[in-house]
């Protein structure tokens, strides 16, 4: 199984203020993904990126960008972080080869003052 | 955009039961259908897949029904047991894409 690791895991910010949260994985893999996680929606893509240099914009873009600055590293950064991005965070990693089958991290806690 | 339908929300059931989650997609190009186990507190994990030449697929207590006709699938969980009470997720893969587009989840509470 893929091992992915997210940091921090937990993280409070106050409005208005920048939150970078990042993801390492080491299995290889070319593809990565953001997702975040609410009561009612399940899993909804933010940002993915198909290799390092490169960014998508998911289902709900808004509000945030995204870096993968090499294989192993996919970044998700708030600029101006709001009270509705409170959520839990989850990076995932996968290949075309496996199905697209995804590897989840362990995910991030974030709360927004 | 492309949406899957989940339900129930919830599902309670006995120890020692079956309990049947479904699903319907919108894509008749979908060919690839993942389901994920959540624990509480706990990072989803693959938990069984199946991919559209295949109509059932079982691996242990876990059987996967795929309908392409009826752009439908299912989870079935044979003899339930209190460790199989979690936040269950299926997906549909986008066509042409390495993305899945996710069900909203179904909470299994099982009882002993």
């Known amino acids: 199984e893929a091992a992915v690791t997210q940091s921090p895991r937990n993280k409070v910010a106050v409005t208005g203020g920048k939150v970078t949260l990042s993801c390492n994985q080491t299995n290889n893999h070319n593809n990565m993904y953001w997702y975040r996680q609410d009561t009612g929606h399940g899993l909804r893509l933010i940002h993915y990126?198909?290799?390092?240099?490169?960014?998508e914009k998911g289902d709900i873009p808004d509000g945030y960008k995204a870096s993968r600055p090499s294989q192993e590293n996919f970044s998700l950064i708030l600029e101006l972080a709001t009270p509705s991005q409170t959520s839990v965070y989850f990076c995932?990693?996968?290949?075309?080869?496996?199905?697209?089958?995804?590897?989840f991290g362990p995910g991030t806690r974030l709360l927004v003052l | 955009g492309e949406q899957v339908e989940q339900l129930p929300s919830i599902l309670r059931v006995q120890e020692r039961s079956s309990a049947s989650i479904n699903c319907t997609y919108e894509?008749?190009?979908?060919?690839?259908f993942p389901w994920y186990k959540q624990e509480p507190g706990e990072n989803p994990k693959l938990i069984i897949d199946?991919?559209?030449?295949?109509e059932r697929k079982q691996i242990q207590g876990l059987i996967v029904l795929l309908d392409k006709k009826a752009k439908r699938f299912s989870l079935h969980i044979t003899d339930t047991q209190p460790a199989d009470s979690a936040m269950y997720f299926c997906?549909?893969?986008?066509?042409?894409?390495?993305?899945?587009?996710f069900g909203t989840g179904t909470r299994l509470q099982v009882s002993p």
């Open positions: 199946i991919r559209s030449n295949m």
């Open positions: 997906a549909a893969s986008r066509p042409n894409t390495d993305k899945v587009v």
């Open positions: 894509n008749s190009a979908s060919n690839y």
């Open positions: 995932a990693s996968g290949d075309r080869l496996g199905g697209p089958t995804q590897y």
């Open positions: 990126s198909y290799g390092a240099g490169s960014t």
